[in-house]
């Protein structure tokens, strides 16, 4: 089973919207109010379409969250039965505060081929290879960067990782100088940085560090569209996270996953831009028109682009 291509414009047109519904906030230094208005926007729209949608990553559980919520039944009831996972607003310090590199992204999957993550950190790794055994989270930063340099053909002093700016990735940060390995740092949004392997144009080689879970679950979509390789582990540190994730029938709490354990089959992969960044241009206004800048991934047609738009709002 595949899901219809005719969804992709749909998509798009959701975050699209939940984009603009954003950059009326950039610079408001609101990031609440900058999220609600991309929520509100992105159940709206979803609930438009002719599909039996569930969220599977969302804004919370029901107790924290109002709307799209994990478990929240979605669109108008007729149609494909998906599993939707979505970061209405990824980068809420971006848009609070005028900086480059917000989103709002969307993935979905036919049912039960989208993980159910719980609203944990989770250890990452991502890169342009897919083979087993040269990249992997369970080796050290030192043999990953020696196994990919070997793999790619590139010496570790021409080699780029992304990481995200953290005190808690201080060692990795640190092993990597040490090897010489250029490295990119970046303040929030994880989505977007374990993307910047999947293309060359984005010079960047490898993706690691400890990011949202939910996050992960979205990254890892459109990382099985380029044929890219990705693993990820939940890190459950505290109780309510390890209850969390029993509800949600995780039995073993240190399981590495590999990609194809995140995501299966089919999948539909939407990121619009909302302030500029490395992967797209935010929302623009040209000739007193809305445009909006959309990477797409579509699994099963082979499509990996990036659309601009003009939006009615
Ligand atoms: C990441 C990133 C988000 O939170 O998931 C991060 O993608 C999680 O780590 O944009 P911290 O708790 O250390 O911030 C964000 O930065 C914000 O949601």
């Known amino acids: 089973m595949t899901i219809d291509q005719k969804f992709i414009d749909q998509f798009v047109n959701v975050t699209s919207k939940a984009a603009i519904a954003s950059y009326q906030l950039v610079g408001k230094k609101d990031k609440i109010a900058a999220d609600k ?12 379409l002719n599909i039996r949608g569930k969220i599977v990553i969302g804004e919370g559980e029901l107790d924290e969250a109002p709307m799209l919520y994990i478990g929240e039944k979605i669109g108008s009831m007729n149609g494909p039965e998906i599993d939707i996972a979505v970061d209405p607003l990824e980068g809420t310090n971006f848009v609070a505060n005028n900086l480059p590199g917000a989103l709002s992204v969307i993935a979905i999957a036919e049912k039960n081929n989208l993980f159910n993550a719980p609203e944990t950190y989770m250890q990452k790794i991502s890169t342009k290879v897919k083979e087993k055994g040269i990249v992997d989270l369970d080796y ?13 053909n590139k010496k570790p002093e021409n080699i780029t ?69 990705f693993q990820g582990r939940f890190l459950f540190n505290t109780e309510l996270d390890k209850n969390r994730a029993n509800k949600m029938g995780i039995r073993d709490f240190k399981k590495k996953y590999e990609i194809n354990e995140i995501v299966k089959g089919d999948s539909i992969f939407c990121a619009t831009g909302i302030t500029s960044g490395d992967l797209v241009s935010g929302i623009k206004i040209e000739n007193d028109q809305l445009v909006s800048e959309t990477l797409i991934t579509h699994k099963s047609s082979g499509i990996k682009k990036i659309v601009k738009k003009i939006i009615k709002t």
């Open 140 to 152: 050290s930063v030192k043999k990953n960067i020696f196994n990919l340099s070997e793999y790619i």
């Open 161 to 229: 990782a992304c990481v995200m700016d953290r005190p808690r990735h201080k060692e990795i940060i640190t092993e990597l100088k040490k090897i010489g390995v250029n490295v990119k740092l970046i303040t929030d949004g994880d989505v977007s940085g374990a993307l910047l392997v999947t293309e060359d144009k984005y010079g960047v080689d490898i993706f690691l560090g400890i990011g949202g879970g939910p996050e992960g679950v979205l990254s890892a979509a459109a990382l099985d569209a380029f044929n890219c390789g």
């Open 37 to 48: 208005a991309a929520v509100d926007s992105m159940r709206n729209e979803l609930n438009k």
